[in-house]
């Protein structure tokens, strides 16, 4: 098969997985309560695979590197933090965290500000080593990790149910209003990714590469890396986050397609994740029962992946 | 800064933790032999303050012995995988053996912690990349992936906010009866001082060793087994104690040098020192209340790092 | 032309290259060399904008190298270094056909398969285009990357220690791969070098470099002598002619 081939087979498979997963036990009784249920999360799926998926994938080229996620930028823990915080502050009854709407733009806003605070400081001490600007986010994460499990302790236990519910991304709820703003987010931030396809072929080769072909290489890595932290931030509040996903279906597109293009590893790395996360969210609801967020599923599942992954390549 | 000074601090610290708490007790009241503070002192403060400079000097000299035998200086059990590895037995050992006792649970955690170092130092053999930052980087993802597991795993048994809680690193729990595991730590601090000449030139890389007539597999594994051991007796005595394997080793080469027959005194000293100093500072900030080791520590501990790493930047 | 002029690198208190003026002549090959820790590599990394200068100016066709448009000069100049560790699997033809970025933008056209196809014929690459480069041997892969600055097409060629972890019949297939690419196709090549025969016998123009400042700028015959070596290498030098190139001894 060649790599058009492929894309139309796992544009086949996510099609028919939703619809599966919005026409399965549909009769004329539940039509519209299911309808208006399903339509939303699917959406959802969609907005959040894709804006994982490209988030990753760019990242992973910028930093040369195949075993690199973006939430190591430090995002996830921050938007656990300021959930605990909230929480643990105001208490789950209060209009923050019951307004969908108030939280997404909250927490998806400090989540921007944060990350440009971080770029801001950094590239200017430290101009260009993205190792170095990982390892900060790595370790502010692990602050607001520890600033959030210490809240996590002292919550009493009721509480705790409603944290437990943010920690772990789930679609069970969506807010249709939220999900209009970041559709139109993240259809931006993807046409404007697709306009530096050919550009992140040549990042893929390496800093000193770039730079000879005449790229503005602090230049495009800087723009790259804003545009991670906005779907980062979009996807995270909107369902909360799901750190391993990225990880999972970037390796998965790569092993599929054999080739270093952009154009093609980035849609197949979408349809991917898109299938990825229906698949586990039918998983959620029909075996699982909702007993299990999606988010874990798939970050267990992703994690054992990763471990054979690393097991498995001779050099990293 | 010399030994002497060192030791003087501790005394100094020890006898103001010893003394300062909840319950004021003076010296006059340990010279009359009051019953009931003397008992306090037995009970509670003792046993904190031992389990405190055991744990303190403990992990910074884990921490020590991780950067000599992985030759990298920001490598710690907390960003080699050790501590979730331990974290993941102590949660299998929770579900298999619900009555288990501390020494099983230390067991099972043991066990898991030398499996997750050791497949960390696999991984490290395969980095191509051997960049000073990446190789943290490597540890802490491998870390979070094996916790993704963990929490799959509490997530199925209900186990989440236990777990949290179990980890989060606090010394008010410590109390007579329930901490004289950390005792194990002693003679392996031990052993560490005795072979330290050893973990330096296994520093130094394999063919080097070999070329000097050492051992160089035994000597990583005994490292990687004293390292396991002293997370996983920290892990179920205390809790996490996130950055300190790195600082404390880090700040003491800053003066000492590389050498770990050097360095190995003052690690020790200076870990007990800041931790006993975190330890106080949290009974302090929120009197009457305290706050966890965790968070001081890892308040502290980020800052710390954060500032060793922007240096390192800038000298190159 | 390319003339530097007073360029300072520091990395901490160190002037890594310190105040350092000179130029370099089209259509020829011009050698840095110099021992290690002279600067060699950081001032053509300088050159080619991979590392930005301390101070100084650097004029490549007259125009600061600051003020050249980046996909311009990347048409003008070129830089291969010395390590060249690609993350992804590549065919030889794929890495060449990189070389046309700078024109093409990645959407590679019937001009641009013409300067790939020649830039594999003339490095004899042709059996093995559609080999992956972690199949070739490190002479062919070599090989491939000037291949690829081929198909680049510029002006100028820098390169940062070529022969590096070569043997001796692949050096000399380099060299004078290099030498005609100055002769027949009229480039101008610049490279980091240690070896001091191979430069006194492929180069035009020799620039010795100490400590961050040059000791000598000079034609190749001028600099290979024994006193002006002793004064760069501190080694004792005995130089013979032979064919009308001068080759050293050192002991």
Known sequence: MDNKRKISFFIIISTILILIFIFSGLNSNNKYYFLSKRIPKVIAIIITGVSIAFSSMVFQTITNNRILTPSILGLDSLYIFIQTFIIFVLGSGHIIVTNNNLNFILSGSLMIFFSALVYKFLFKKNQNDILFLLLAGLILGSLFQSLSSFMQMLIDPNEFLHVQDIMFASFNNINVKVLWISSLLVFILTIYTYKYTEILDVLSLGKEQSINLGINYDDIVKRMLIVVSLLISVSTALVGPITFLGLLVVNLAREFLSTFKHRYLMAVSGLISIVALLGGQLLVERVFNFSTPISVIINFIGGLYFIYLLIKENKI | ?316 | MIEVKEIVKQYGDKNVVDNLSMKIMKGKITSFIGPNGAGKSTLLSMISRLIPKTSGEIFIEGKEIGEWDDNELAKTISILKQSNYINIRLTVRELVSFGRFPYSQGKINREDIKYVDKAIEYMQLRSMQHKYLEELSGGQRQRAYIAMVLAQDTEYILLDEPLNNLDMKHSVEIMKILRGLVDKLGKTVIIVIHDINFASWYSDYIVALKNGKIVKNDKTNQIIDEKVLKQIYDLDFRIQDIESNKICAYF
């Open chain 2, 1 to 316: 800064m010399k030994k002497s000074y060192l030791v003087l601090i501790l005394v100094i610290l020890s006898l103001a933790s010893i003394f300062f708490g909840v319950k004021e007790i003076s010296l006059s009241d340990i010279l009359q032999l009051n019953e009931k503070e003397v008992q306090i002192v037995v009970l509670s403060r003792i046993p904190r303050l031992v389990s405190i400079i055991v744990a303190g000097m403990g992990m910074s000299i884990s921490g020590l012995i991780m950067q000599q035998i992985s030759q990298n200086k920001f490598v710690s059990p907390t960003t080699a995988a050790t501590v979730d590895s331990a974290k993941l037995g102590i949660l299998v050992s929770l579900i298999l053996f619900t009555s288990s006792s501390s020494f099983q649970k230390m067991i099972i955690s043991f066990i898991f912690a030398v499996a997750g170092t050791l497949l960390f130092m696999q991984i490290l053999k395969k980095v191509k990349f051997k960049n000073t930052i990446f190789i943290p980087i490597v540890g802490i993802m491998l870390g979070n992936i094996i916790d993704s597991i963990t929490t799959f795993i509490a997530y199925r048994f209900d186990l989440v906010q236990n777990i949290s809680s179990w980890l989060q690193g606090d010394f008010s729990m410590v109390i007579k009866g329930r901490y004289e595991l950390l005792y194990i730590s002693i003679p392996l601090v031990f052993i560490s001082f005795l072979y330290a000449n050893k973990f330096t030139v296994a520093g130094m890389g394999e063919d080097f060793s070999a070329n000097l007539g050492l051992n160089y597999d035994r000597i990583v594994n005994l490292g990687v087994i004293i390292v396991a051991l002293i997370s996983a007796v920290v892990i179920i005595t205390v809790g996490r104690i996130p950055f300190l394997g790195i600082i404390i080793p880090n700040i003491v080469k800053l003066f000492h040098g590389d050498n770990m027959k050097e360095t190995i005194g003052y690690t020790a000293l200076l870990g007990a020192v800041f931790l006993l100093f975190c330890d106080i500072l949290g009974r302090i900030i929120i009197y009457p209340y305290e706050i966890s080791i965790s968070l001081t520590v890892g308040v502290i501990g980020s800052f710390i790092f954060l500032h060793l790493l922007v240096r390192r930047g800038i000298n190159g």
